[in-house]
């Protein structure tokens, strides 16, 4: 693996130096050359590359290829700013549905499978990605898209689907409405679920799997390295399998850019060792994630990634206290009467950041009676209140009131910031 990756390696940046103006421009300012590249340790020489300047670079600056080998285009989700578009060739196509494939088998897909596509199909790269894979492992693919979700529940029972396949908040809200619809979802086919594109801690990933009923995995990617298909779950789940042959992990810290060593938690960067169309070195992802050498009892060889808990941008910092919203989920997951639907409201009062967590009741959790109501508040706000250090107000709401997501549920408004960016 490491001599492969060596090899790669050093092709790519060969190739990018020589065909990308923008790297061109940035390594000759950083004062490094593609023959400096001897051993993997060597990329540690070169820049990163952000966000920011596939932003400032848009549409297509950061193209290495003609448009003319450009055979599809795709864009970043979920910014309110200027998003970032990525562009592939027919080889980056081809290897995009093989890297899915392999992240479907690791989660347990077969050609036998009959599997539900109900990610959004468009410039999100989350429907097509998932599309071409497992028509590539050979499933029967139903390409639903995100919406509609009592067709989904309709379909699913009248085709027999198998495999879901959507985000996690997704697969959630459509479980309730499963249950409205009084569908017995213990009788339905769903055996397995492949889910991702948003962070999900692992009290729901039990809730999901009550539920349905099934086996919930994740797995993870990006559009600027490929979309899904970078890493998923094995039999053994827990960690995620990257395909380190065409995307080179590193984990640095995220304020000083120091590379961190195995096991150690930080920021996730990915250089892509393959692709053409926009080839990228040391990308920095904002996911915080740790890396895993050791033996994996499935015996695949590759690295593994923790579970992404956040971004390093998502982290909250409310009264100098750091919050990530994962950390507010488990809590609320944790506790009886309350459902998975919530929203983290972060505003400023004269000096003072102020958190309101807003919960839904689950659907048992009105007693009807007030008292019962009070107390269900008191105790999710003592529960946050030891879990973050920090004393947030607390809304219970109405079941079925908050807002569903369709795609990456969106749990934090952050009124400080003028735009907000996933
Ligand atoms: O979300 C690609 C994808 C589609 C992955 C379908 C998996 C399944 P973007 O829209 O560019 O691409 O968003 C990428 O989403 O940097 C993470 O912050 C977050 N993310 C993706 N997968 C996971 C996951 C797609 N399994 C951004 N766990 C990434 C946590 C995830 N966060």
């Known amino acids: 693996m490491r001599a492969l990756q060596l090899t790669r390696l050093q092709a790519l940046v060969e190739r990018v130096y020589r065909m990308s103006p923008f790297y061109r421009k940035l390594w000759d300012e950083a004062g490094v050359k593609p023959e400096q590249v001897k051993t993997l340790d060597d990329i540690r020489r070169f820049p990163f590359t952000t966000k920011d300047m596939l932003r400032q670079n848009y549409p297509y600056g950061m193209f290495a290829v003609p448009l003319s080998k450009i055979v599809r285009l795709h864009a970043s989700s979920g ?14 196509l081809r290897i995009w549905a093989d890297m899915v494939a392999r992240v479907a088998v690791q989660a347990g897909v077969t050609r036998r499978d009959i599997a539900q596509i109900s990610f959004g199909y468009g410039l999100f790269t989350g429907g097509f990605g998932l599309h071409y894979g497992l028509e590539r492992v050979g499933a029967t693919v139903l390409p639903v898209s995100s919406g509609n979700t009592q067709r989904q529940i309709q379909l699913m029972q009248d085709f ?8 996690p908040s997704y697969a959630l809200h459509m ?3 499963a249950e409205e619809m009084g569908v017995d979802t213990s009788k339905l086919k769903l055996r397995l679920g492949l ?3 948003e962070p999900w801690t692992e009290e729901m990933r039990s809730e999901i799997e009550k539920r349905w009923h099934i086996k919930a995995t994740d797995n993870y990617g990006l559009s600027e390295i490929m979309g899904p298909g970078v890493a998923g779950e094995c039999e053994y789940g827990g960690k995620m399998h990257i395909s380190e042959d065409h995307f080179f992990p590193e984990v640095i810290d995220p304020k000083t850019g120091e590379s961190l060593p195995p096991g150690e938690e930080g920021e996730l960067v990915f250089t892509t060792l393959t692709k053409e169309g926009i080839p990228l070195v040391r990308y920095r992802t904002r996911d915080i994630s740790s890396l895993d050498y050791s033996p994996c009892p499935c015996g695949r060889t590759t690295v593994r990634m923790k579970k992404v808990t956040g971004r390093s941008d998502d982290m909250l910092i409310i009264r100098g206290v750091n919050v990530f919203p994962s950390q507010i989920e488990a809590v609320l997951m944790s506790i009886d009467g309350v459902g998975p639907q919530y929203q983290i409201i972060v505003d400023r009062k004269g000096f003072m950041d102020d958190i309101e967590v807003v919960v839904e009741l689950s659907k048992e959790g009105f007693t009807g009676s007030w008292r019962d109501l009070e107390a269900l508040e008191n105790k999710v706000r003592e529960r946050l209140e030891n879990a973050l250090s920090l004393r947030p107000r607390v809304k219970l709401v109405e079941y079925m009131s908050l807002e569903r997501s369709m795609g990456k549920a969106k749990r934090v408004i952050d009124k400080r910031r003028k735009t907000t960016d996933n």
């Open 195 to 197: 889910f991702g594109a």
């Open 160 to 167: 027999g689907t198998t495999v879901l396949v959507g985000t």
């Open 175 to 177: 479980a309730e409405v």
């Open 79 to 92: 910014t309110m700013g200027q998003s970032t578009v990525v562009g592939y060739t027919r080889r980056d």
